[in-house]
Each structure stands twice: as C-alpha cells, then as structure tokens.
C-alpha cells in the first residue's frame, strides 16, 4: 500500500507509536478534515517511506516535539487551515528533506530566530492568512536562505517590509506581500533580492507611496503585480529602469489614478500590461498608450481593457 485516504472523518487522535506501524511503503497519507486537536511523539514514527503528509483542515493546535520524528524522506507537509499559534523549531528537526511546506489560515502571530534551520531543503513555504505581524532578522538563518524559492507571506499584519529577515534569502524568487498593511515601499525595501522575478503586492489597502528607487536592485525582476492598491498614489517616473527584463506588469483598479505616462512603465521591455479598473482621463497624454494598444508588429503587447 503506498496511498491511503483518511480524511473527512471524525478523526480525533492518533496513538503515538503503533498507529502506522504496518504500511512501511506507504508515500502519500491524506487525514484532512477531521478533528485532530495535537499530535504527539513519533505519531509517524513508523512511516519511513512517506513522501507527503496531508492535515489540512483539523484542529491542530498543539505539536508536540518529535510528532514528526522518522518522516526523513518527507517531502510535502501540508497543516494549512489549523489552529496552530507558534512555529517550534524543535518538531521541524528530523525534516531534511522537506520541499513543500503549507501553512496557511492558521494563527501564527510572529516568527522567531532560525525557526526553521532544520529544513535545509525547503523550497517552497506558504504562510498567508495568519496574523503575524513580527519575523525576526535571522528568521530564515542557515540551509533554507540558499535553498526557498518562494515565499508567501500576504494577508498578515506587517507594517513593514522585513527587509533585514530577507537578506539571508538569496535565491528567493518568487514573493508575496499582499493584503499586508504596509505604507510604504522603499529603496531599502527590496534591496538584497538580486534575483527576485516576481514581487504580488495586491490589495495592500494602506499603501500610498512606491519610493523611485523601491525596484533599483532587482534586475531580475519579470512580474509584478500592484492590483488593487486603493490609495496608492502614481508611480514615480522611472521607476523600473533598472529592470530590463520586466515583461508583466499589472496596475489594475488603482483608483487614484487618472493618467499613465511611458516614464511609468518598462516601455521597452513590456508584453503584458494590465490596467482595467482605472478612469484615465482621455486626453492626447494617452496617445502613445493608445499607439502601444494598437500595434499589431511582433512586438505586440497583451494589454486588457481600460476605462
């Protein structure tokens, strides 16, 4: 057996040790939806062969160290939708293996020094819809700095970009900060990332300025998407020049807007600009946008429809 579904049951506690003493080929282990409130010492101890553990949507609120101990071939652990309100290092310890790890529509309320210095393998960590508010400057301290690719981190409560924590991240490409209460973005903002492609800044519902210099550094930088953002005043003139590779850019319903200028875009780079939603006032500024609109060469540009 290497795949066994459990979930939408009444689940409410595993013994520790016995529980999965027999599938020992077992790879994929599905308990979501059911009323587990803790998992306790080597729960999944006999598990040796797992490869993704599913325990979404519980009651989880307590884990206890070693929960996960014996898991050493884990690859994806996901506990999105739980009760969970710390992170402890100490139950992270035996997943060397991790690449995958969900945890969404929790609690989480900070992330304390070297969390998780025990995933040395960790590509991808998803975080949004928690309530933290605090990541401490060596949060993402050892192997996982050189090894995450993505980060998603919206819908918190940062006040500020936690450009210090980011430093350690050096082959972060992927970022989300949107839905955060977050003012302002500055030159300091975004200044370690040198190979971050895509930055999702949406619905940030308290941003007003995006400083000349916030994109200077990232000369990587393929996507970003600034969706939604209700009082955020127009972008500075040049500010992607130095983002040469910029290909997609999304604007959309920023409603402090009425008019776009080509200093405010990586005119030459550009393929896919997306700006519905804002009431531009039509007026002969808007001539070269409806020329770039229009054009029908190679070059041709994926634009939606504006008002």
């Known amino acids: 057996m290497q ?26 282990l599905d308990l979501s939806k059911n009323i587990l409130t803790s998992l306790q010492l080597k729960t999944f101890s006999g598990l040796r ?5 599913h325990l979404t949507a519980n009651k989880l609120s307590n884990i206890e160290n070693g929960a996960l101990g014996g898991l050493n071939r884990l690859r994806v652990l996901h506990l999105e939708n739980n009760l969970l309100t710390s992170l402890n290092s100490s139950w992270l310890q035996e997943l060397g293996s991790l ?11 900070e992330l304390g020094d070297g969390i998780f210095k025990p995933l040395i393998a960790l590509s991808v960590l998803s975080l949004h819809d928690n309530r933290i508010h605090s990541i401490d400057e060596m949060t993402f301290e050892g192997s996982i700095g050189r090894s995450l690719d993505t980060l998603d981190l919206s819908h918190n409560l940062l006040h500020d970009v ?25 030159k300091s903002s975004f200044s370690q990332m040198h190979v971050i492609e895509c930055l999702k800044l949406n619905n940030m519902y308290q941003l ?8 200077s550094s990232n000369g990587k930088l393929s996507q970003v998407y600034l969706d939604h953002n209700i009082e955020l005043m127009p972008l500075p003139y040049g500010i992607f020049n130095e983002t040469p590779v910029l290909k ?10 009425k008019t776009l200028s080509p200093h405010q875009i990586p005119v030459q780079s550009i393929q896919q600009l997306f700006i519905s939603g804002i009431s531009f006032n039509c007026n ?24």
């Open 49 to 53: 062969a797992l490869i993704e553990l």
């Open 3 to 28: 795949h066994l579904n459990l979930s939408n049951n009444l689940i409410a506690r595993l013994n520790s040790k016995d529980t999965f003493k027999g599938p020992l080929s077992l790879q994929n």
């Open 284 to 307: 002969c500024s808007l001539t070269w946008l409806w020329k770039m609109y229009q054009r029908q060469d190679d070059k041709r540009i994926d634009m939606d429809e504006a008002r």
């Open 162 to 186: 936690p450009s210090t924590a980011f430093y350690q991240l050096t082959k972060l490409a992927s970022l989300d900060l949107s839905g955060n209460p977050i003012k302002s973005l500055k």
């Open 99 to 109: 690449r995958f790890l969900y945890l969404s529509n929790n609690r989480l309320r």
């Open 248 to 257: 997609t850019l999304s604007i959309r319903n920023n409603t402090k807007w």
């Open 208 to 215: 007003q300025t995006i400083e000349g210099q916030t994109f």
